[in-house]
């Protein structure tokens, strides 16, 4: 039978970030308060160390390695954030790390993860099974994985985030949160329900890849190919049994939104809250906004996921809307 982590695993992993992730800031805007009619905090992990929540679940899970696992080192693959999570963290424990990213991922995050101390293995995502190639690499090497989701370390690291949130802000009525493979769901998901378990917790998927809504709807795994998005954070195929395990418990509902809904919300973080997001990271605010839940009058909290994208392609996109 599958252990599911618990919120006890959210409150250790806390506990061994502390002073290694930063406590980010849970911000608002007057603007969006008074367009929804909602009360909205947002919590900003685009301003976490290396400008992503995944942080947290990676340094939460490498903390644990024993003697033997950190002289042999660590091996992810990623579209980005859990690349450079992974990254700083081994280089912060004096781990050595390869990473495995696709060959498209946003440049930005491919030189940042190199500029970690990361070995970057590129690949192809869309003719290449990345977690086989992985696999081969750790055999070869004698390295350990960390996945980007599937693994209760990285789930209850993700779940400080809310953890934080329901600290600073008190009870929520909703939820939104960023939803790829599910791991910063599911430890949101855990601290809520032991946090403010009133609070409806709401997952967002962009509409290309809607893996998790239909997994949800469904009552199993569904995979899919790898959506075309510009959420390049959740270009994710599928849930994995753990995050699936606890969306299904402990989840709300699940939302899509467009590639255009992203971008109006990137274009209002910049505008408005003086913030750099990146398509992915907009997830949370498109589904508060446009999700058609009956927000008003609640108090909403929305996990802003990441901030890693390159200038020029933000620009590009905010332009052209």
Known sequence: MLTLPTYADVVDAARRIEGHAHHTPAMRSRTINERLGAE??????????????????????????????????????????HAQAVALSARLLGIPAVIVMPIDAPQAK????????GEVITFDRFTQDREQLTQGIAAERGMTIVPPFNHPDVIAGQGTAAKELFEDVGA???????????????????????????????????????DAQQSFRSGAIVKIPVPHTIADGAQT????????????RDVHDMLTVSDAQL???????????????????ALGLAGAWHGGLPIQGKRVGVIVSGGNVDLARFAELVTAA
């Open 40 to 81: 909205l905090f947002f919590k900003c992990e685009n301003l976490q160390r290396m400008g992503a929540f995944k942080f947290r679940g990676a340094f939460n899970a490498l903390s644990r390695f024993t003697e033997a696992q950190r002289a042999a080192g660590v091996i992810a693959f990623s579209s980005g954030n």
């Open 110 to 117: 491919i030189a940042a993860t190199r500029g970690y101390g």
């Open 172 to 210: 929520l009525d909703y939820l939104f949160v960023c939803t790829g493979g599910g791991g910063l769901l599911s430890g949101c998901a855990l601290a809520a329900r032991a946090l403010s378990p009133e609070c409806k917790v709401i997952g967002v998927e962009p509409e290309a890849g809607n």
């Open 237 to 248: 195929q599928a849930l994995s049994p753990l995050t699936f395990g606890i969306i299904q």
């Open 263 to 281: 971008v109006e919300g990137m274009r209002f973080f910049a505008e408005r809250m003086k913030l750099i997001v990146e398509p992915t990271g």
